[in-house]
């Protein structure tokens, strides 16, 4: 029996989706968690990914071709069902396979016998025969120069180049806006769980490469037809993240791949990860669904933070009409490219306060203590279902100014092409910030191997007694969350009341 | 005028004006160029091109007086006609100026000689200029319009040129020698004059407010060109604010303080190269409600677009760096945005900075120091002229190649070249930076020997630590 896939509910007003590209051919040994197809919908250019194993046995949708969700695409065979006839790389003709297959499906059969059978067929064999690939999926070699199917011999419309390009870029700017974006102030709305593993978040998916020819004559063919315009940054980029150039959408010159492409195609199969998790049938009462992997991996390190990590919490009220006094004034004087916000100006407050009391910037790590060189600050910033770490390096280093324009970067870059792994790993020390949510108070769960995270909640107007007399001002709380293991209650209730001594008297936060 | 309106009208015949009009008729647009000067702006007229005809004249100069001695050339007195040296900087301006004329005209697009003014979403006010042909029309009116006014030369408040008082437009056409010269300044444009003044004999000194020459560009590099002016007998002070300045006996005395310190030196004449900015006033951009940032640019969107929809702005009136290329570039892109032919952003990043002054100095992305301060880990290779064959052979082996690559991947970030024929070799490194090339395709492609375009190749073998000849 075969399988049949659907078109998937890629976002929650999704009703019909195109298919753009297929990743699979007939014939195509597909893993769960494949790339199988680019999907257009509502929202943006998705990738739709298997759920199963199995052999791709049939399309029943052409590229170009949209159908309505739920509406069977293509059909799948499960692994442990009737073995194809396919002769491995000599068979030229995937299609044919699964059609001449005695065990083939009777939808397949039907669909062959009905008035529109070719041009699914009919599409696929082109492509088969004009990727000069094997049907049969092999790994490409890592670190080697192996060359990649010829990018031209894939049916692709290069006159609708330019409009492609700018479907895309304003696919991509929907996405933005609607869901991933951290906030321009970059004030990150989160849960109360405030970061999992940024690098295991971070980690571009590293999936077998297929479609890479393994022999040698067909190698030599592939090159005769044409290198893949690609640039060298772009082919290294995606050498080191395991991604198929044949896969990638190129929006230089002639369809030439550069690295923004890798970058945004990354970001692309994450969101896709993401979204699956918010169609609603999902949701629904009286279902159980696995878990994405970035939430796993979330549930997995929160978990081992508090089965793990003694916290304690230590929390100050922070009288904040000075700092509010010095956002304006520097926003009068215009003086940086950058505006700084409240949270620039707590990261730096936060790195002077970790400069002194470097075991609050500090690894617990087997009866040992490791202390950091550096101050990494990781922002937690909520994202559909999950939560990613965009990091500021080097934090010691740098001026207000530069933290500013260090955050606008990255807030930069997840509007244009998403993040690199490196802006999302190597956090020393995390702020979790519920400002913009309004919340009270909260406190945080540590990241490990962090010794501490820092929340903050929303600026307040409210009584407070100034010499002798009770005014209206502005406070907010902050609560640190700490390793008992390496922290005594002492340092921690110093490091916050240094946090707090800093935004009482912003001035020393300029010098 | 049979048909009044235009699909474009671009204000300003510059490098960026004039180019963007013929990309734009090349893409099947009815276009008008609106010009108050000569056509070319600028930098055909006022800056570039009669510039280089400068430092021509100068490098011969220096090529006969000085190096002459090293090649064991004997040469007589030498002796010069200053008024054929300017002149013959104008007939290169003239001969280009004619050239941009001609081929607007090879174009079919019409260029008014006006004083044009924005007086509505799709209006240009065409003001008359004296001597020039009578106007078509009092205004035109254009689906989109282009503002492409460039920037003019800035003076200190209440200076005004006159009496060997200048900017660089005045210099261009002042045609005596002057015994000595201030030159405030040591950006581009006054290290240039600084270098051709020099080399006819003039005393030059150079004042600059910021402790280094070339504010903003990489030290290393500054430093070096400061030993090497300094080495040919150019008065550089660093550090040093222009006060103020009086006239005694035919000779300007300018007042200079340095750390509370007031200094005062003699020159016949000063030259004001403070900096340029954009010509954005009397363009009547409030009437159509076009906003400007600080120092007066232009606000523009990725799509060159201003705040008012059908009216859009490219070149040294949106933002630095006040380049011709640059503004030829947006031209070009802004059209193309336009046209829908292209998506919309702009790669400041990989524009080439050049200064013609001798040694060369040309630099394009990020420094080292300005890659570090945005958080990229580079890696930096550097190779010096000395230590290049045809430098030697040539003898000029002032000045090295700096190039500044990612640590990841070794992508070109930057690149920053001091020395002779600099100007020529960064675009090499322009057109592997546009391409995405790495350290590894820069060092691997087999480069002639022996050329100057080596030390390009070593540098990015030294940014690897696996450089040859160094």
């Known amino acids: ?490 340092i921690g209730a110093r490091f916050v009341n240094e946090i707090k001594r800093f935004l009482e008297n912003p001035a020393s936060l300029l010098v | 005028m049979a048909n009044s309106r235009y699909d474009l009208a671009v204000i300003g015949s510059g490098p960026g004006g004039y180019v963007a009009a013929i990309r734009a008729s090349q893409l099947k647009m009815r276009v008008a160029v609106i010009e108050r000067d000569q056509p070319g702006g600028v930098c055909l007229n006022w800056g570039c091109i009669p510039s280089k005809a400068l430092l021509n004249s100068a490098e011969t100069m220096e090529s006969i007086r000085g190096a002459a001695k090293e090649h064991g050339i004997e040469v007589g007195e030498v002796r010069f006609d200053f008024k054929r040296v300017i002149a013959r900087s104008r007939e290169a301006a003239d001969k280009l100026s004619k050239g941009v004329r001609f081929l607007l005209r090879k174009n079919k697009i019409d260029f008014i000689e006006a004083q044009g003014t924005l007086a509505g979403a799709h209006t240009v006010a065409l003001t008359p200029v004296a001597g020039k042909p009578a106007l078509p029309a009092e205004a035109i009116e254009a689906e989109r319009i282009l503002v492409a006014t460039g920037s003019g030369e800035k003076l200190f408040p209440g200076m005004s040129v006159g009496d060997g008082v200048m900017t660089s437009k005045e210099a261009l056409i002042y045609d005596r020698l002057p015994a000595s010269i201030a030159i405030i300044g040591a950006g581009a444009i006054g290290l240039e004059f600084a270098y051709f003044y020099q080399s006819f004999g003039s005393k030059v000194t150079i004042i600059e407010l910021e402790k280094q020459m070339l504010p903003g560009f990489d030290a290393e590099l500054a430093e070096e060109l400061r030993k090497s002016f300094v080495k040919r007998g150019v008065g550089v002070l660093l550090g040093h604010g222009y006060k103020s300045m009086t006239r005694k006996n035919g000779t300007w005395s300018v007042t200079l303080e340095a750390g509370g310190v007031a200094k005062s030196i003699d020159a016949e004449a000063v030259l004001v190269a403070v900096g340029r900015g954009p010509s954005s006033t009397d363009l009547g951009l409030e009437k159509v409600g076009i906003e400007t940032e600080r120092g007066g640019f232009i606000r523009i969107d990725e799509s060159f677009r201003t705040s008012c929809s059908s009216i859009y702005a490219i070149g040294d009136v949106i933002r630095p760096p006040l380049l011709a290329h640059k503004a030829s570039a947006e031209g070009i892109a802004a059209v193309e945005i336009m046209a829908g032919i292209r998506a919309p952003g702009f790669d400041l990043l990989s524009i080439p900075g050049c200064i013609y002054c001798e040694p060369e100095v040309a630099t394009v992305g990020l420094s080292e120091a300005d890659a570090k301060a945005r958080g990229l880990e580079v890696k930096v290779g550097r190779m010096p002229f000395r230590a290049n064959g045809k430098a030697v052979a040539v003898n000029q082996t002032e000045g090295f190649v700096k190039l500044v690559a990612s640590k990841q991947y070794g992508e070109v970030i930057g690149c920053q070249i001091i020395g002779h024929h600099a100007t020529d070799l960064i675009s090499e490194v322009v057109l592997g930076k546009t391409l995405e090339t790495t350290t590894a395709e820069l060092g691997r492609s087999v480069h002639p020997h022996p050329t100057l375009s080596e030390a390009i190749m070593e540098a990015a073998l030294a940014a690897e630590g696996e450089a040859i000849n160094f």
């Not at chain 1, 046995?57 to 052409?62: A, F, G, N, S, T």
Request: negative net charge.
């Open chain 1, 1 to 490: 029996m075969s399988n049949e896939i659907t078109m998937p509910k890629l976002s929650d007003t999704m009703e019909e989706g195109k298919i753009l590209r297929w990743l699979k051919h007939p014939g195509d040994t597909v893993h769960h968690g494949d790339a199988l197809a680019e999907v257009e919908t509502d929202k943006a250019d998705m990738v739709m990914e298997s759920f199963d194993d199995g052999v791709l046995e049939e399309i029943r949708l052409k590229e170009g071709e949209s159908a309505r969700v739920g509406a069977v695409i293509a059909t799948l065979r499960r692994d442990g069902e009737e073995k194809s006839k396919e002769t491995g790389a000599a068979q030229p003709q995937g299609t044919m396979t699964a059609a001449q297959d005695s065990g083939v499906s009777a939808t397949a059969m039907d669909s062959a016998a009905s008035d529109e059978p070719a041009p699914a067929h009919d599409s696929v064999a082109a492509q088969s025969t004009g990727r000069v690939t094997t049907l049969r999926p092999a790994r490409r070699r890592r670190g080697g120069d192996t060359p990649v199917p010829d990018s031209e011999a894939r049916p692709r419309n290069r006159t609708s180049r330019s409009e492609d390009d700018a479907a895309d870029a304003g696919n991509v700017a929907a996405t933005t806006n609607g869901i991933d974006a951290p906030s321009p102030e970059f004030h990150p709305a989160l849960s109360a769980h405030p970061s999992a593993a940024p690098t295991a978040i971070a980690a571009p998916p590293r999936r077998p490469v297929e479609v890479a020819p393994s022999s040698g004559t067909e190698v030599a063919v592939a090159g005769e037809g044409g290198k893949f315009r690609a640039s060298p940054l772009a082919r290294r980029a995606a050498e080191e993240a395991g991604i198929d150039l044949s896969h990638v959408r190129g929006s230089g010159p002639e369809g030439r791949i550069t690295k923004r492409d890798i970058d945004n195609f990354l970001r692309e199969q994450q969101l896709f990860k993401f979204r699956r998790l918010i169609a609603p049938r999902e949701g629904l009462p009286g279902t159980r669904e696995e878990l994405s992997k970035m939430r796993k991996t979330i549930a997995h390190r929160m978990a081992q933070s508090k089965r793990e990590i003694p916290h304690f919490y230590v929390t100050v009220e922070v009288d904040m009409d000075e700092t509010v006094k010095l956002k304006k004034s520097l926003e009068a004087t215009e003086l940086f490219e950058e505006d700084i916000s409240y949270n620039d100006i707590i990261v730096k407050a936060t790195a002077l306060a970790l400069a002194r009391y470097t075991r609050m910037n500090a690894s617990y790590d087997n009866d040992g203590i490791v202390i950091y060189p550096n101050i990494n600050i990781g922002m937690a910033v909520a994202i559909e279902d999950g939560l990613i770490v965009p990091v500021i390096h080097h934090c010691e280093q740098l001026t207000l100014p530069e933290i500013a324009r260090a955050a606008h970067r990255l807030v930069t870059k997840a509007a244009r092409g998403g993040f690199t792994g490196e802006d999302l790993s190597g956090a020393t020390f995390t702020i979790s910030n519920m400002g913009m949510l309004g919340v009270e108070h909260f406190a945080a769960v540590i990241v490990p191997p962090q010794a501490a995270i820092l929340a903050v909640s929303a600026v307040k107007e409210k009584p407070v007694a100034r010499n002798g007399q009770v005014v209206v001002g502005k406070t907010m709380m902050i609560t640190v969350a700490c390793d008992h293991r390496i922290i005594d209650g002492v």
